[in-house]
């Protein structure tokens, strides 16, 4: 976020700068979403609803699940939030006690981190790497807890994953799964990259336990990041808790914002073409950063992200990140935010914006490293 608000910065002073600093999708959201956001608005009756928010969306995102997946869900379980961030707030509040130690990947989106740090809860950083498929598994669990001498209280997965892409198919969210439940595990499943998958088998963790804790949200497939709404499909023992968080810190999701994602959960089709213009840039990328000197650090089965390995040209991706972003007015993710153990030799390239400015941004460093 640093790093956008110096480009924001840049770019108000005038400097032709290309951000791939952000998860953010350059599309609007779906036409669908919009016209019934005005619609909303042209009667202007907009107020509190549900804290799980409204019954008609609820069911919408069970129906979803039941179309997509071929799950059946009660919307019962389903609880609507303020954006995924709102729901990561919900489950660390509700699932732990100060002081639990909870799991995530390193590297890894670091607002999970500063999230559990902020309340209290001990983070645990198991190395995702090569030869854990860029993902947890039970081994590098059970050896992560045994180094830090703590007892895993809950495990937190992305897949698709953020900075890496990496997505854990359906045997490794079962083991998982099934390693959380044998001991009293909590196991939370971030989704907010599906429908961004490129490579290898997307997979709800619904799908092998009703046991884990799902966040999904409207921002990534569905191009609705300022709307600020996501969801949750709970264990239907634990909706009463979730409830009652929420009404105390949140008293319900915006209204507009959940008619506009009702809306949006039936535009797969003009979403599918937005999606096949970041397939276009991820094979881009995949072409051009090699050839500058990047090495492709994990794969980039998913999301909008190439991770890349810059240690040929810099130990310290900070200092090369305001260094391109001063130079080149390029604007890209130092991977220390996301692994403060190596990732002064990362760097990670949102490829969610236009194809012609990842085709300009690859070409200005090209130049600038030559």
Partial sequence: ?????????????????????????????????????????????????????????????AHHYRTRYGIDIDPQRVAVTTGSSAGFNLAFLALFDPGDCVAIARPGYPAYRNILAALGLTVIEVEANAETGFTLTPDSLEAAAEKAGKVIRGVLLASPANPTGTVTGKAGLKALADYCRDRDIAFISDEI????????????????????????????????????????????????????IAQSLYISPPELSQIAAEA????????????????????LLL??????????????????????????????????????????????????DFDPLEGHRT????????????????DRIARWLA
């Fill in 347 to 362: 760097m990670r390239f949102s490829y969610a914006g236009a194809t012609d400015d990842m085709l300009a941004a690859m």
């Fill in 287 to 336: 072409k051009r950063l090699p050839e500058i000197g990047f090495t492709i650090a994990s794969p980039m089965d998913g999301a909008f992200y190439a991770y890349a390995d810059v240690s040929r040209f810099t130990n310290d991706s900070m200092d090369f990140a305001r260094r391109m972003l001063a130079e080149i007015s390029v604007a890209a993710t130092p991977g220390l």
């Fill in 264 to 283: 949006a959960l039936g535009a797969s089709a003009e979403l599918d073409v937005y999606k096949a213009s970041y397939g276009a840039n991820r094979d």
């Fill in 193 to 244: 990259y599906h429908g961004l998958t490129f490579a290898g088998e997307e997979t709800t963790a619904l799908s092998v336990t009703d046991d884990a804790v799902i966040i999904n949200s409207f921002s990534k497939y569905y191009c609705m990041t300022g709307w600020r709404i996501g969801w949750m499909v709970l264990p239907q023992e634990q909706v009463r808790g979730f409830e009652r």
């Fill in 1 to 61: 976020m640093d790093v956008l608000a110096e480009a924001t910065k840049r770019r108000e002073a005038g400097y032709p700068v290309i951000s791939m600093a952000v998860g953010q999708p350059s599309h609007p959201a779906p036409t669908a979403a919009l016209e019934a956001a005005r619609r909303a608005l042209e009667h202007g009756r907009l107020g509190y609803t549900d804290a799980l928010g409204t019954l008609s969306l609820r069911t919408a995102i």
